[in-house]
């Protein structure tokens, strides 16, 4: 079983257009994240929500907005799209808040995308 | 500036040998600090964490230690296996409940047989 699965895998899209990644965890996690991991290989949050409540939200441009509809699911809709956004995102889940008790992240295995 | 550096980008060693990685951090208070692997197309996968009141943590071939006056972590791996070829991310968190993990760009480590 999958504990944090995201789709698709790979995104090739070009510019201008809008797309969305889905990410799913059945931990039971309460927080989940959203980070980007670019060509240089930092990985930096961009959004976390606790219980579909938006608790980080990092300087990101507006036209990533992400989506929580419960718990266990946290979408990343991306307007607009520019050739800068190509990168790895990757969804993550843990038991606590961000920064809080030390839970581990667990990840999914990320989405390419790849802007031309 | 707040940063945090692994200082090597790569790192090979030979078979058998104890591999270690070092992450260094500036102008931080850290709570505790987190050591991932990440293979190629796949997500960091936790390993060990450490908090500030401690001083090493082990597990298996695995040790974390932690100096928070050198504001410095060192990551071991003992016996290196070519399966241990991946890269290795520290993360530091801070006491505030949210902020979140920040992680360092990862030492890639090559195990050669």
């Known amino acids: 079983d999958t504990a944090v699965s995201q789709t698709p895998k790979y995104l090739v899209t070009q510019m201008g257009n809008d797309k969305s990644i889905k990410c799913e965890q059945n931990?039971?996690?309460?927080?989940m994240y959203w980070y980007k991991q670019d060509s240089k290989k930092f990985l930096k949050i961009m959004f976390s929500?606790?219980?579909?409540?938006?608790?980080i939200n990092e300087t990101v441009p507006n036209r990533f907005s992400p989506k929580s509809p419960d718990k266990a699911h946290l979408n990343l809709h991306i307007n607009s799209l520019e050739l800068g956004d190509s990168a790895v995102y990757f969804c993550?889940?843990?038991?606590?808040?961000?920064?809080?008790?030390?839970?581990?992240?667990?990840f999914g295995n990320g989405t390419r995308l790849t802007v031309t | 500036s707040q940063k945090i550096e692994q200082n090597s980008e790569a790192l090979n060693i030979q078979e058998g040998k104890t591999a270690t990685l070092t992450c260094n951090y500036t102008?931080?208070?850290?709570?505790?600090l987190q050591w991932y692997r990440q293979d190629p197309g796949r997500g960091p996968v936790f390993l060990l964490l450490?908090?500030?009141?401690?001083k090493e943590k082990r597990k298996e071939r695995l040790k974390v230690t932690f100096d928070t006056t050198l504001k410095q972590s060192l990551f071991h791996i003992t016996a290196s296996q070519p399966a241990d070829s991946a890269t290795y991310l520290c993360?530091?968190?801070?006491?505030?409940?949210?902020?979140?993990?920040?992680f360092g760009k990862g030492t890639r480590l090559s195990v050669i047989a």
């Open positions: 929500y606790n219980n579909k409540e938006l608790i």
């Open positions: 102008n931080y208070s850290p709570a505790y």
């Open positions: 993550a889940s843990s038991q606590d808040r961000a920064g809080s008790g030390g839970s581990p992240l667990h």
């Open positions: 993360a530091l968190a801070l006491y505030s409940g949210n902020t979140p993990l920040v």
């Open positions: 450490i908090r500030e009141n401690e």
């Open positions: 931990l039971g996690h309460d927080t």
